[in-house]
């Protein structure tokens, strides 16, 4: 039940997009995303939930397309800070188990 | 300042040893989670908790026990009956369901040999 990424690995030069996928076989009820640093404990970055909603955060935003059953995080004029792994989280009902994504490691250089 | 506390950062233990790892939350929050990464993989949940005296299994509980007694603390033990135990655990809290963020731990690392 685990919901799979893509790409599983990403490069980036320092400026250019990036987009992260996070598919479900069952319906969602909602989304997280989170960025891990090596070594160190994921941080939140934003929750979507039923309802195709789309946020922002700075110059990350995120997509939920309920009838795919998958989300979309957008990467734009990526910095050096961007990189690290990213984990979508989703749940599928409520009171249901939390499952985490298989994770995309993204690398932005110089 | 509010936040989750997973202590000791890195723990070595024999194999056949139960050990037990902290997690303290003074955030009020709710729900509390146990999650388990192994090197260049996801985050796998071991065991959950929507209220005090009560915990969910997750889907890799085979060798695992928690209690939460408080609000405040889920400590998890691993037993000797977990194979292999060796791996980077991740303790979380939130304020409820998953509508809420969760904020994590730093983590423990342990190695069993």
């Known amino acids: 039940q685990q919901p799979v990424q893509s790409p599983q690995a990403v490069i980036l030069r320092e400026g250019e997009d990036a987009v992260i996928n996070c598919s479900s076989s069952?319906?969602?009820?909602?989304v997280h995303w989170y960025r891990q640093k090596h070594g160190e404990a994921p941080v939140f970055l934003m929750i979507?939930?039923?309802?195709?909603e789309q946020k922002g955060h700075e110059k990350i935003s995120a997509s939920f397309n309920e009838k795919k059953q998958q989300s979309s995080l957008y990467l734009t004029a990526s910095q050096l800070s961007y990189s690290g792994t990213y984990f979508c989280?989703?749940?599928?009902?409520?009171?249901?188990?939390?499952?985490f994504g298989t994770g995309t490691s993204l690398t932005v250089i110089p | 300042d509010g936040g989750i506390t997973q202590s000791p950062k890195y723990l070595f233990r024999k194999e056949g040893q139960n050990v037990t790892l902290s997690c303290e939350q003074n955030?009020?929050?709710?729900?509390m989670y146990w999650y388990r990464q192994d090197p260049g993989q996801g985050l796998r949940l071991i065991y959950y908790?929507?209220?005090?005296?009560?915990?969910q299994k997750g889907d890799i509980a085979e060798g695992y026990s928690v209690s939460r007694e408080k609000k405040e603390s889920f400590p998890l033990t691993v037993t000797s009956a977990q194979k292999n135990p060796t791996a980077f655990y991740l303790c979380?809290?939130?304020?409820?369901?998953?509508?809420?963020?969760?904020?994590f731990g730093p983590g423990t690392r342990l190695t069993v040999t």
């Open positions: 069952k319906a969602l009820y909602s």
């Open positions: 989280g989703t749940e599928y009902g409520t009171g249901n188990q939390f499952y």
């Open positions: 908790s929507q209220i005090v005296n009560d915990f």
């Open positions: 955030l009020n929050h709710d729900a």
């Open positions: 979507l939930l039923k309802g195709g």
């Open positions: 979380a809290s939130s304020p409820g369901d998953s509508l809420y963020e969760q904020y």
